[in-house]
């Protein structure tokens, strides 16, 4: 069985390497998405344990198309009979009607019981599947309390893979705790249970071969109103960490460790751009004088601290319709 998962623009290879971890594979990766073969089973797999992707589609059709009215020559769909169609459809550089599109798909369909399709068109060329996911993968379902600028979990799992932390690290600018909780997930080999996928029972033996042992995270926030969120999304992930009220800016108060990975304030938080880089700033200080030699991964949105710290990597992703880079510094 062909499937197809779209992931953020700029870590497909993350999400390639995870889909071969869990069975899958790679037939090739493009732009924004992985196409992989394996068994039937393996979609419920990847949508249980994919923390790289955002959904698994099986492919029912690849091909190109002239005009809106070709799609069923390519798009062959059996478990469309007797269903109705709900389509949704993602277009780059393709100059087809939408709307056209979206009633032809519709044609494949003629029931009441309702099934989900997704067609990807990259000029003349569309790419269909059956979605196996409903609500996107970056929907953990362990968000009770949201953060005006909360973070992609799909983003912080890939930071935390750059970082190469092992045991311990903090988030100085921790919000509503995402890194935090998708670090103690990988660390514990946690899945995506919290979104109560009907056939996770299936997977309740891996509760046995968890780690044993716990993580040392820390998260500090400097919003007492934030921190209190951060708890609520980490009891609600079950997820053993520590967060604090505190200044990012005075880090080495409270933390001692190697790593540092963490999202700071792009300017929402801050209310104007110098208040923002004035921050930075003192941060910078605060690791020239209390953390050489460790590292800090890091997203954001310019190169401001390209000035600070050597470069260990430097990926370049599209944050929604931001140009974002994740950094590993060494201090």
Not at 30 to 59: C, H, Q, S, W
Not at 97 to 119: C, D, H, M, T, Y
Request: hydrophobic share 35%; proline share 3%.
């Amino acid at each position: 069985m062909r499937f197809i998962s779209p992931t953020i623009e700029g870590i497909e290879d993350f999400a390639a390497e995870e889909i071969s971890r869990l069975g899958g594979k790679i037939e090739r990766i493009e732009k924004g998405f992985v196409i992989y073969t394996g068994p039937d089973e393996l979609f419920a797999r990847i949508n249980y344990f994919g923390k790289m992707v955002e959904r698994v589609g099986i492919i029912i059709g690849e091909g190109e198309i002239k005009k809106e009215s070709n799609l069923e020559k390519v798009i062959q769909c059996d478990t469309c009979e007797g269903k109705k169609i709900n389509v949704k459809i993602e277009m780059k550089k393709a100059k087809f009607r939408k709307k056209e599109l979206e009633n032809e798909a519709r044609k494949l369909g003629n029931g009441e019981v309702e099934i989900r399709l997704f067609l990807w068109l990259d000029g003349e060329r569309v790419i269909g599947a059956i979605d196996t996911t409903g609500e996107g993968l970056h929907n953990r379902g362990y968000r009770v309390f949201k953060h005006p600028a909360s973070l992609n979990p799909i983003l912080a799992a890939a930071m935390l893979k750059i970082s190469g932390w092992k045991n311990e690290f903090v988030d100085p600018f921790c919000g509503s705790g995402t890194i935090l909780i998708e670090g103690y997930h990988q660390f514990k080999g946690i899945g995506n249970r919290f979104r109560k996928f009907p056939n996770w029972e299936k997977y309740r033996e891996i509760r046995d071969m968890r780690n044993k042992e716990e993580p040392e995270i820390l998260g500090v926030e400097k919003e007492k109103k934030y921190v209190e969120g951060a708890i609520l999304n980490a009891k609600k992930a079950e997820a053993e960490v520590k967060i604090i009220e505190g200044d990012a800016q005075l880090l080495s108060k409270y933390y001692s460790g190697n790593y540092i990975i963490t999202n700071p304030p792009f300017g929402l938080r801050m209310g104007n751009k110098k208040n923002v880089f004035t921050l930075y700033e003192n941060f910078a200080k605060e690791m020239e004088e209390n953390f050489e030699g460790s590292y800090l991964t890091m997203i954001i949105p310019h190169t401001k601290f390209e000035n600070y710290f050597r470069i260990e990597e430097k990926r370049e992703i599209k944050y929604g319709k931001l140009k974002s880079y994740i950094y590993k510094f060494k201090i």
